[in-house]
């Protein structure tokens, strides 16, 4: 989904978050180079579209805390939400959703286009 092309249609100085799939983002050259023109301000991910991730110049820009890359890129592994604490939110949101559903008939989660 994000390609050059995608990455080049968002507004400049956007922050990129992705925490979802690995291959909506399928281009590490696109994102080092929105990233170093300075069109994307910063990105965040948790997930790579190759787990474990290949060699990279931006993974070893990353890895070596390179200056221009520096506060702008921040990289988890995608299992970074895990604790026990998350797990009892995650059921107390499930179950939240479904109350709010049967109460009011609708779902707060929902996305219209």
Not at 35 to 56: F, K, S, V, W
Request: charged letters at 25%.
């Amino acid at each position: 989904m994000l390609d050059a092309d995608g990455l080049s249609r968002q507004k400049p100085g956007a922050i990129l978050d992705n925490t979802a799939r690995g291959e909506l983002l399928d281009d590490l050259d696109a994102l080092e180079a929105s990233l170093r023109n300075g069109h994307l301000a910063a990105a965040a991910i948790d997930t790579l579209a190759q787990e474990p991730p290949c060699d990279h110049p931006l993974l070893t820009a990353w890895r070596n805390r390179d200056e221009w890359l520096e506060g702008r890129l921040v990289i988890t592994p995608h299992n970074a939400f895990y604790s026990d604490h998350a797990a009892i939110e995650m059921r107390h949101n499930a179950a939240q959703t479904v109350k709010i559903l049967l109460d009011e008939g609708r779902l707060r989660n929902q996305l219209t286009a």
